[in-house]
């Protein structure tokens, strides 16, 4: 049976923001995570933000710290 993953995307974050630096990932890869808990921190020229898992499960890192993220980008998978 194939496993459901969720993947946590950058949000829009504004009409004019196209981008977000991922400053530090607040869990593990591979570390579980609950919906709702918040995961990594990112910020943008104009603001810094905590998303939080939009699922339960396990963390797997797909962009690493200090990467430039287009919004609509995929963070990381929780599967």
């Known amino acids: 049976m194939a496993q459901s993953v969720t993947v946590l995307l950058v949000p829009q974050l504004g009409t004019e923001v196209t ?3 991922i400053t530090e990932w ?6 579980p995570v609950e919906a709702g808990e918040p995961v990594v921190n ?5 603001m810094a933000m905590d ?5 339960s499960g ?3 890192i ?5 990467e430039i993220a287009k ?9």
């Not at 998303?51 to 699922?55: D, F």
């Open 62 to 66: 797909v962009m690493e710290e200090g």
């Open 51 to 55: 998303l939080e898992a939009p699922a």
């Open 19 to 21: 981008e977000a630096e």
């Open 58 to 60: 396990r963390l797997k």
């Open 26 to 31: 607040l869990m593990a890869d591979g570390e």
């Open 71 to 79: 919004v609509g980008d995929t963070l990381a998978e929780i599967s």
């Open 42 to 46: 990112i910020s943008t020229t104009k």
